[in-house]
């Protein structure tokens, strides 16, 4: 059954601070919603590609996009699950989704086809993670520790995120906003299976991530 990708790529990128939506944003020359495409397209294991870009930028996202029947632009929403709702309805016919954010423009095709293999082998949703770095805390209202979560337990959730189709769109059937995808898979009570992320997969969220990115481009280049 067809493995169809989402990418949404409809942010405003406000925390990037750019003069235009995020993933218009070129990363080594080329705009991130680019970069994502074609690592999604040389995974190998994607058949068909949903890009939701803003309203009025679908016409550029078709013009920087690769030409393909593989790949069709849709409009996305005000938030990110709006985005992937509109993401699903535009793909009804999936086995399974990858939902891939453009923010992640270096991610290794490798990481993707993995991704993609453990949905295969029967696990109904999967996600990237690493090991957390930091010692992360929960603070109350007014920024005073309420608790420290044993670090060894927590990890950093990246995309892709592959679920089987039918799981995802029951998440997406509720209206409750999550930062990922998995969340509204976990409050289903459906098991989400983790598979070692990749450092080269991190979001380009701020002007530092962006440094960072222009970086590791121009030495692959050299
Ligand atoms: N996204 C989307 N639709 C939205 C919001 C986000 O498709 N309404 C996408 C972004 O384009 C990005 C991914 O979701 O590829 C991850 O979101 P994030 O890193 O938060 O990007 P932005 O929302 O653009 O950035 P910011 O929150 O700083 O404005
Ligand atoms: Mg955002």
Same mark, same amino acid.
């Given at each position: 059954?067809? &493995?169809?990708?989402?990418?949404?790529?409809?942010?405003?990128?406000?925390?990037?601070?750019?003069?235009?939506?995020?993933?218009?944003?070129?990363?080594?020359? @080329?705009?991130?919603?680019?970069?994502?495409?074609?690592?999604?397209?040389?995974?190998?294991?994607?058949?068909? %590609?949903?890009?939701? &870009?803003?309203?009025?930028?679908?016409?550029?996202?078709?013009?920087?996009?690769?030409?393909? /029947?593989?790949?069709?632009?849709?409009?996305?929403?005000?938030?990110?699950?709006?985005?992937?709702?509109?993401?699903?309805?535009?793909? $009804?016919?999936?086995? =399974? =989704?990858?939902?891939? /954010?453009?923010?992640?423009?270096?991610?290794?095709?490798?990481? %993707?086809?993995?991704?993609?293999?453990?949905?295969?082998?029967?696990?109904?949703?999967?996600?990237?993670?690493?090991? &957390?770095?930091?010692?992360?805390?929960?603070?109350?209202?007014?920024?005073?520790?309420?608790?420290?979560?044993?670090?060894?337990?927590?990890?950093? %959730?990246?995309?892709?995120?592959?679920?089987?189709?039918?799981?995802?769109?029951?998440? =997406?059937?509720?209206?409750?906003?999550?930062?990922?995808?998995?969340?509204?898979?976990?409050?289903?009570?459906?098991?989400?299976? @983790?598979?070692?992320?990749? $450092? !080269?997969?991190?979001? %380009?969220?701020?002007?530092?991530?962006? !440094?960072?990115?222009?970086?590791?481009?121009?030495?692959?280049?050299?």
């Amino acid at each position: 059954s067809p &493995v169809v990708a989402l990418v949404p790529a409809a942010g405003r990128g406000v925390r990037l601070g750019e003069n235009m939506p995020k993933a218009f944003v070129a990363v080594g020359g @080329t705009p991130m919603v680019r970069l994502a495409v074609d690592g999604l397209l040389a995974s190998g294991a994607v058949d068909r %590609i949903i890009v939701m &870009v803003p309203v009025e930028l679908v016409e550029s996202a078709v013009a920087l996009l690769p030409p393909s /029947d593989a790949v069709r632009v849709v409009v996305g929403g005000a938030e990110r699950t709006d985005s992937v709702r509109a993401g699903i309805a535009a793909a $009804p016919d999936a086995g =399974y =989704y990858l939902v891939h /954010d453009a923010a992640r423009a270096l991610t290794p095709p490798a990481l %993707i086809a993995r991704v993609a293999a453990e949905l295969r082998a029967g696990h109904r949703a999967v996600v990237p993670a690493l090991p &957390v770095v930091d010692t992360v805390k929960t603070v109350d209202p007014h920024g005073v520790v309420t608790g420290t979560p044993d670090r060894a337990a927590l990890r950093a %959730i990246q995309t892709p995120q592959g679920f089987a189709a039918d799981l995802l769109r029951a998440a =997406y059937e509720t209206n409750v906003l999550a930062t990922d995808d998995a969340g509204l898979v976990e409050r289903l009570g459906a098991e989400v299976h @983790t598979i070692p992320g990749d $450092p !080269m997969a991190f979001k %380009i969220t701020t002007p530092l991530d962006l !440094m960072l990115a222009e970086t590791v481009c121009n030495a692959a280049r050299s």
